[in-house]
């Protein structure tokens, strides 16, 4: 079945840091890539998608590029923040009539001033 | 993007009663909504996906007569956990799926509700 494998964390930066969190995924199909980001006490909230190959989806300084021959999607951010702070998960979506969302298990990250 | 909410946020309950969860969707309706359930400081893991007027459709393993989901609204679902035992304390989520338009493949989620089974 759809899975999806990302970096364990936890991940500490200081501001201004780059970052970088790899995502692989196995499908049958062609699925939709997905980031989610869940900050502290709050819902998870959609970073960043891409439907196809080679789309990159970017959002808030964010990107993550849909790499069809390598089956990934890198999460990454040239310059990040102490609010960057938050549980980062990769998802897919299967495509099929109820879009069903596999997560992988997610990776904190924490940004110190 | 969508509104959704969830009620209570936290609720903690003895051993062997029966917990009702809301999910709602504030600004739009919704003919598919999914109830997802969390551990710490794991991934998501999806229970059911439930749709407007008809049966949920549970996922393996998910016992379907003690996780109640009734969606009888397109605002509205509900999750009841039936004799909760403390092995059900954990984080449930909803997601709603916007119905048409290009973005039917994102899900909106609902800030989580945390059950304690003491």
């Known amino acids: 079945g759809d899975s999806v494998t990302q970096m364990e964390g936890p991940v500490t930066l200081s501001e201004e840091a780059f970052l970088t969190i790899n995502c692989t995924y196995t499908a049958t199909g062609y699925p939709s890539l997905f980031w989610y980001v869940q900050y502290p006490g709050e819902g998870l909230q959609l970073l960043l998608k891409?439907?196809?190959?080679?789309d990159k989806g970017s959002n808030k300084g964010f990107e993550a590029t849909y790499r069809k021959e390598t089956t990934s999607f890198h999460l990454e951010k040239g310059s990040v923040q102490v609010s960057d702070s938050a549980v980062y998960f990769c998802a897919l979506s299967d495509g099929g009539n109820d879009y069903k969302l596999s997560f992988g298990a997610g990776t904190t990250v924490t940004v110190r001033a | 993007g969508a509104v959704v909410s969830q009620h209570p946020s936290w609720v903690i309950c003895k051993s062997g009663t029966s917990v009702k969860i809301e999910c709602r969707s504030l600004?739009?309706?919704?003919?598919?909504m999914f109830w997802y359930r969390q551990f710490p400081k794991q991934s998501l893991m999806l229970m059911a996906t439930?749709?407007?007027?008809?049966?949920?459709?549970?996922e393996q393993g998910v016992e379907k007569d003690k996780f109640l989901i009734n969606h009888a609204s397109l605002t509205l679902s509900t999750l009841t956990v039936t004799s909760a035992h403390p092995e059900d304390s954990s984080f449930y989520i909803c997601?709603?799926?916007?119905?048409?338009?290009?973005?039917?493949?994102?899900?909106?989620f609902g800030p989580g509700t945390r059950l304690t089974v003491l």
């Open positions: 997601s709603v799926e916007l119905a048409g338009g290009p973005s039917t493949d994102t899900q909106y």
């Open positions: 439930s749709n407007e007027g008809s049966k949920a459709t549970y």
């Open positions: 891409a439907t196809k190959a080679d």
């Open positions: 600004d739009f309706q919704a003919t598919t």
